[in-house]
């Protein structure tokens, strides 16, 4: 069984009646009912008002994939939870990065770059989302694209170090492309960043996109069977080069 634990700040679904219409359990209720349909996966969601904004180090111990979803208050996450976070996706565990976590600290720090920068606006316009490798698990069954009638813009170019896998590039009527569907490995762990899933778009309700994200997670998954030594001075290995000793 993959352990998913989906965070989400959640505030805006506390303070904007729009949002509360849309996902009225909250992002993370939303997404982590779709996910429960799945046979494969337990799940668990956490929010950042609780002690420890829910990821206590008994919780990551035991979280394979975590999910993010942030925005208005990123710098309300305390550092100290973002190291935990940090030093358990090095260890193995899979981090799902979800559209504006893209400036969420675990993010920026993981990849190293200004990754909250990024062309962004909010006028309504659709986004076509074209699969670039037709060949990844995150892509099967997507097709050559799918489109969402709703989302905010996001566009290029957008500071993040180059993706090991780029899966999917949004095009937008307004003339921007964005790399919308990007995967990154840093150390045992997997990173997925998917963009779609502001606010006030009901996004986490289209099938395409709940498919998007439950290939993600069976991608980022990995048992690790053992963990990485501590930085250690060795001696070479008995030689059998000559086949005797
Ligand atoms: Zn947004």
């Known amino acids: ?6 965070w ?19 992002i993370h209720g939303c997404i982590a009912k779709f996910l429960k349909t799945n046979e494969d996966m337990v799940v668990r ?7 420890e904004h829910g990821l206590t180090q008994e919780v990551l111990d035991n979280t394979d994939v975590l999910l993010w979803w942030g925005h208005m208050a990123h710098n309300r996450v305390e550092d100290e939870i973002v190291e935990r976070v940090h030093k358990r ?11 504006s976590g ?3 600290k675990i993010f920026r720090k993981l990849m190293g770059t200004n990754t909250h920068l990024l062309r962004w606006r909010e006028d309504g316009d659709m986004v076509r989302f074209w699969t670039v490798d037709m060949a990844h698990p995150i892509a099967q069954g997507l097709g050559e694209y799918f489109e969402l009638p709703i989302e905010e813009t ?3 170019y957008w500071d993040i170090p180059q993706p090991d896998d780029l899966v999917f590039i949004s095009w937008i009527p307004g003339g921007e492309v964005f790399r919308s569907g990007c995967c990154w490995h840093r150390g045992q762990g997997r990173i997925f960043y998917f963009q779609p899933g502001h606010e ?16 993600a997670i069976r991608w980022a998954y990995r048992p690790i069977a053992w963990t990485p030594l501590a930085d250690q001075h060795t001696k070479p290995l008995p030689d059998i080069s000559l086949g005797k000793n």
């Open 89 to 99: 996706v090095l260890a193995g565990m899979g981090l799902i990065c979800l559209h």
């Open 154 to 156: 996001y566009g290029e």
């Open 8 to 26: 989400n700040e959640y505030l805006h679904e506390k303070n904007n009646s729009k949002v509360a219409a849309i996902y009225p359990e909250g």
């Open 45 to 51: 969601t956490a929010t950042l008002e609780e002690p």
């Open 200 to 215: 006030t778009c009901p996004s986490y309700h289209d099938a395409n996109v709940q498919k998007v994200i439950t290939q």
């Open 1 to 6: 069984m993959i352990r998913v634990t989906v």
């Open 102 to 104: 893209h400036a969420s």
